[in-house]
């Protein structure tokens, strides 16, 4: 098959996924432009920085300007940029809210002027809220318990309003994303267990039987290449779940332990906290064919290689590996 190739911005580009993505889009023979504050560092995509098929561009989804001279020549967007994590969000709900929701039309709407033929939207598997049916599908309900997920619904919706022939959508709700980044987070939930094991020698469980769904980032990146990849007729107006296995946060523990080593001690305490997600990925494995190949165990692998080679330095205080730090030291308005 011959790959297509697109003219895609990625919002959000320099960002935890879009450092593994951008690099992936460019490899395959995209022209890619990155809109981004570039809040967690202006080198993270230092590795591809003079690919003739790149183009950054240091600015904010939130002006219309700075939109419309990124847009220009782009025929897709993969929309990443925002304010991502609950915590990051609370500090300040009035900038979560223009950045997640406020601008998000205006932005749909500017790429369609432009003649954006396919926009794919990073969801998340957070709009479920917390299920007690056992196969969290797409059709689902959406129960969003946060300031961060009920945005993620509305655009959800925005984003089906403004599909129209010629205007492909799709929506992905990812699972939590963990593994090595040039950008990296260590503020979810592999990436903190990890941390903690190689650098406190032992790992805190709360409870231990609750779910927590994850997916490599190697397998979130492919995704978005594989999306690309798919007719509009495959994808128009499609909504996808995409995570890799429901491990409970004790399964986690254990395969971080057994990749960290025995002396690993796991201490389990007590919690009034029982919130248990877990989504169903099958939809997007039975229409599409796509199924995640990378293992949690190998998240762990990449994770421990990068501390002890030195990509990641000082992985439990660096303010740039957490975001919450990290908003309040910018104080982004
Ligand atoms: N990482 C996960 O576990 C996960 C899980 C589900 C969904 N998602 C979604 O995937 C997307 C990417 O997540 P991530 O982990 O890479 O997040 P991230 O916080 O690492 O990256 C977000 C990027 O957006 C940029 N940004 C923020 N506000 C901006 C603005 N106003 N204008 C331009 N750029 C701006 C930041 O500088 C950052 O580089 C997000 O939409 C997130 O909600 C992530």
Known sequence: MTEKTWSVLVTGGAGYVGAVLVPKLLSVGHDVSVLDLYLYGEEVLNSVSNHPKLRQIKGDVRDTTTVEKSLVGCNAVIHLACISNDPSYDLDPELGRSINHSSFRPFVQASKAVGVERFIYASSSSVYGVKDDPVVTEDLELEPLTDYSKFKVICERELAEEQEPGFST?????????????????????????????????????????????????????????LLQKDDAEIDGKIYNAGYENHTVMQLAEIVKNVVGDNLTINVEPTDDQRSYHVSSDKIYKELGFKPTHTIEQAVIDLVAAMKDGRLNDTMNNPLYFNIKRMQAVNLK
């Open 170 to 226: 799709c929506v992905v709700r990812p699972a939590t994303v963990c593994g090595y980044s040039p950008r990296q987070r260590m503020d979810v939930i592999v990436n903190i267990l990890t941390n903690f094991a190689v650098n406190k020698g032992t790992i805190r469980v709360f409870g231990g039987d609750q779910k927590r769904p994850n997916i490599h980032i190697e397998d979130m990146a492919n995704l978005y290449l594989f």
